[in-house]
């Protein structure tokens, strides 16, 4: 699977990410689609749909999203 169109995750075409600022951010996950193998990520600055290609999540868990993907799922401290 490829990451989702740069119009799901707030990138421009000329590759800046307003969404992390090419940093990875930590959100939450609000909903999953099983069908496409995205969820629905909340962060303080919006919503984006995001891949899941590189961990299993469900939805409550809060995640590091990167360019587009949920990279890490984050344990509670």
């Known amino acids: 699977m490829s990451a989702p169109s740069d119009s799901a995750v707030g990138c421009e075409t000329s590759g800046s990410c307003h969404l992390c600022g090419d940093e990875a951010v930590v959100g ?4 999953m689609d099983a069908g496409t193998g995205t969820a629905t990520v909340t962060f303080a600055s919006g919503m984006a749909t ?5 961990v299993e999540v469900g939805v ?8 587009g993907f949920a990279i890490a799922r984050l344990e509670a401290i």
């Open 28 to 31: 939450r996950v609000v909903a």
């Open 50 to 54: 995001v891949a899941l290609d590189l």
């Open 60 to 67: 409550g868990d809060t995640v590091l999203v990167h360019l």
